[in-house]
């Protein structure tokens, strides 16, 4: 039983490490993975700029501020597959995003969060064998990370980043 647990505790441990040397882009290109976040309790967030729920930009601003000198850091991933909800250059979005939001969290480069070109992070959070196997549905799907490294939570597009759901998982994974 003792090795049973060991095997598990040690899968969990290599998912981490998995999940964490995962390469991506920052909107400008410069390499990143969500190791250069650890200590850090992240929510990973697929974003639009031309979509019904484009308003959440405002909230994940909000937590962004609220929570990050308690090490925690929103990481936004305009992702351009329902809609053209993204189609524009990353300059476009990110200029977008600061002057209409106000928005100082990180954002990457466009990717796909789904399909044949799904981006690995998003293979690992939502695949077949990842962290909450099933696709993301729409803009706005949020992944929280432990500050190990590890998933603890998903949230459809619909849940606002800061409803008592999110905000107080993100307290909870902040202790």
């Not at 300059?91 to 002057?99: L, R, T, V, Y």
Request: neutral net charge; glycine residues 6%; contains cysteine.
């Amino acid at each position: 039983m003792r090795s049973l647990l060991v095997s598990i505790a040690l899968l969990g441990t290599a998912a981490a490490a998995d999940l964490a040397a995962i390469p991506f882009k920052t909107i400008d290109g410069k390499e990143k993975t969500l190791a250069d976040y650890k200590g850090k309790v992240v929510l990973v967030v697929n974003t639009a700029s031309k979509c019904g729920l484009t308003p959440q930009y405002e909230a994940l601003e909000a937590i962004y501020y609220k929570y990050s000198k308690k090490d925690f850091v929103v990481i936004g991933f305009p992702c351009n597959f329902f809609y053209d909800d993204a189609a524009t250059t990353e300059k476009e979005i990110e200029k977008f995003c600061k002057d209409k939001y106000d928005v100082s969290f990180p954002l990457m480069e466009k990717v796909h969060v789904k399909g044949a070109e799904q981006h690995p992070l998003y293979a690992a959070l939502t695949g077949k064998d990842g962290a909450f196997p099933g696709d993301v549905k729409w803009n706005f799907g949020k992944f929280l990370i432990g500050k190990d490294g590890k998933p603890l939570a998903r949230f459809e597009p619909q849940t606002k980043p800061d409803s008592a759901e999110v905000t107080e998982a993100i307290e909870k994974a902040l202790k």
